[in-house]
């Protein structure tokens, strides 16, 4: 038979604007609100059709909380949110080890929401679209030509066709493409950012790739409010309770097991076959067997499972010229204490400060030299890359072993994270 196809139509549409923002993630959408709220033209596009849909970065740390909450963002992420209060650290056969109590911390939010990051992605894009400023879903970005003056981009608008005749499958290709020109460009394009390749820089690896396989369900009885992180010599595990009555176990695997690279994905159900999800039962079993055999608290219903590898990376620039990166686009580490996404959202915050400062002529363009030089050092300190943090002298030898993962685990960044080392005997390195 032959395949139904799309004619793509390539018309080209000329678009101008002060900044162009690639990739809807959490970073992406922080960037185009401030923008949007500081007056700027700002035009945000991503490649998917959709926000995220699964709970993938879930925790809040207590500076995005402060960020959210001048967005006047905080009670609609409160609302589908669950606070914890500590942090506490087991060896696999139950022991708590160490724990960290966020309440200490002299800010105005001291504590962690555990919120889904579809829901606040969800929050933003809706904010972001009240300004006037909706996501352009299924918009690519192809080219990046940086110049002087300005950057010009050429974006592939993504439609849907089907091929086949008796059973037709789903394709998106380009319906036509757009050429943008704008001042500057954030690159807020996640982990493979095509913005960081455009504009050829390194992605130094900082230590090895970790694969993890994450499990959500809901389990018989409630659980305590608190982050749990199960450590041994390689591997680390993390139970998150998650809101409404669920939560999330997330094992890292050994060497020798194997995982599949999971994308982001758009699809809002998740389902398996029944035997395939008596397998994945029966592997979560096995699991906490292993790595948590005291978790006691029952499995009602799995809802979801996938498998993932993070990668312990940083750019060796944040940008030059007039293309800057945030986010995921410039940095990746071990998940259990959401350093990444928290991160990118301060970082947001930042640059987008510094271009409306550049736009408006109140500052020269070294600021945003000064945005990297922060940036990179906070993250050089973060991955480890000079020092691990210090014991002091009567700090537990489990807590020295275990510091490199313990760094990666606690959810805080800057002064908040140094003060919580400093409850486990540790100094900020
Ligand atoms: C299954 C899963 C589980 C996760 N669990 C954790 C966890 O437990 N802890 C943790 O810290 N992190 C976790 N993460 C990672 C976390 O989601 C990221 O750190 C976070 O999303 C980074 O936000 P970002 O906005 O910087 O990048 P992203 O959320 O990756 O957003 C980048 C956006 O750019 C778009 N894009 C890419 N290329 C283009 C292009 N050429 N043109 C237009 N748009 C483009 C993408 O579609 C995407 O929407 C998980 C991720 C997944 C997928």
């Known amino acids: 038979m032959p395949a139904l196809r799309w004619n793509a139509v390539r018309m080209s549409r000329y678009l101008e604007t002060e900044v162009l923002v690639v990739g809807a993630g959490p970073t992406g959408l922080v960037t185009a609100l401030l923008l949007a709220e500081s007056g700027l033209k700002v035009v945000i596009i991503d490649r998917e059709q959709r926000p995220a849909t699964h709970s993938y970065a879930c925790g809040l740390h207590p500076a995005s909380l402060e960020l959210l909450d001048r967005l006047d963002l905080l009670d609609g992420v409160r609302a589908q949110s669950r606070r914890i209060d500590r942090v506490a650290f087991y060896s696999p056969d139950g022991t708590r080890e160490a724990e960290v109590c966020l309440a200490p911390l002299p800010v105005k939010h001291p504590y962690v929401l555990v919120c889904p990051q579809n829901h606040l992605e969800a929050l933003l894009a809706h904010r972001l679209a009240e300004q006037g400023c909706a996501v352009r879903w299924h918009h690519r970005l192809a080219t990046l030509e940086p110049g002087p003056e300005g950057v010009a981009a050429a974006v592939d608008q993504l439609v849907g066709t089907a091929t086949g005749c008796a059973v037709p499958r789903w394709h998106w290709v380009v319906g036509r493409t757009l050429q943008v020109t704008a001042k500057y460009v954030v690159g807020a394009d996640g982990h493979y950012s095509v913005v960081r390749q455009a504009l050829g820089i390194a992605n130094e690896t900082l230590g090895p790739t970790e694969h993890y396989v994450v499990y959500e369900f809901e389990p018989e009885r409630e659980l305590a409010d608190e982050l749990r992180v199960v450590l041994t010599d390689r591997t680390k595990s993390v139970l998150w309770p998650l809101p409404a009555g669920r939560c999330r176990w997330s094992f890292q695997l050994a060497g020798h097991e194997e995982a599949d690279v999971f994308e982001k994905d758009r699809d809002p159900f998740w389902g398996e076959p029944p035997a395939r999800a008596q397998l994945t039962r029966q592997r979560l079993e096995e699991r906490l067997a292993a790595h948590a055999p005291w978790f006691d608290a029952g ?131």
């Not at 990376?313 to 686009?329: I, K, N, S, T």
């Not at 890359?385 to 960044?413: D, F, M, N, Q, Y």
């Open 299 to 429: 499995i009602r219903a799995v809802d979801w499972a996938v498998d993932i590898q993070f990668e312990q990376r940083l750019a060796r620039q944040y940008g030059q010229g007039r293309c800057w990166l945030a986010g995921d686009a410039a940095h990746q580490t071990s998940p259990a204490g959401i350093q990444s996404m928290n991160l990118g959202l301060l970082e947001a915050e930042d640059l987008a400060g510094k271009l409306a400062q550049v736009l408006r002529g109140e500052a020269s363009e070294s600021v945003l030299s000064a945005y990297e030089h922060v940036h990179l050092a906070a993250w050089r300190q973060l991955l480890g890359a000079e020092a691990l943090p210090a014991p002091g002298a009567a700090v537990k030898p489990w807590i020295t072993t275990h510091r490199r993962a313990i760094l990666s685990s606690l959810p805080a960044s800057g002064p908040a994270l140094a003060l919580l080392l400093a409850q486990l005997g540790l100094a900020s390195p």
